[in-house]
């Protein structure tokens, strides 16, 4: 669906976005640790599908590594609020 790298990454994800996770990239991933309320997933992933998936669940998901993505999110991030901020 996305052209691009395919990177190893590892995100902390409310449990809730689980079954989001699995539509989107499967069940080809493993849980690092789980408390409950938030877990760290790792998987391997196109890169661009990551930026997409993380921007849309922003809220409750936030990219580790890696961090050639977790910056491109900041600046997307960056870019949000200087449109909507006050």
């Known amino acids: 669906m996305f052209g691009g790298e ?3 990454a590892r995100l ?3 449990t ?5 996770l ?3 990239f499967s069940k080809d991933f493993q849980i690092i640790s789980d408390n409950g309320e938030k877990c760290v997933i790792s998987l ?5 599908a990551l930026f997409y998936w993380a921007m849309q669940y922003g809220e409750y998901v936030e990219v580790i590594t890696p961090k050639k993505v977790r ?3 900041k600046e ?7 449109k909507y901020g006050e």
Do not use: S
């Open 6 to 8: 395919t990177v190893q």
């Open 12 to 14: 902390e994800i409310n």
């Open 16 to 20: 809730f976005l689980i079954g989001q």
């Open 22 to 24: 699995i539509d989107w």
């Open 44 to 48: 391997t992933v196109n890169e661009n």
């Open 71 to 73: 910056n491109r999110i």
């Open 76 to 82: 997307a991030a960056k870019n949000m609020v200087a």
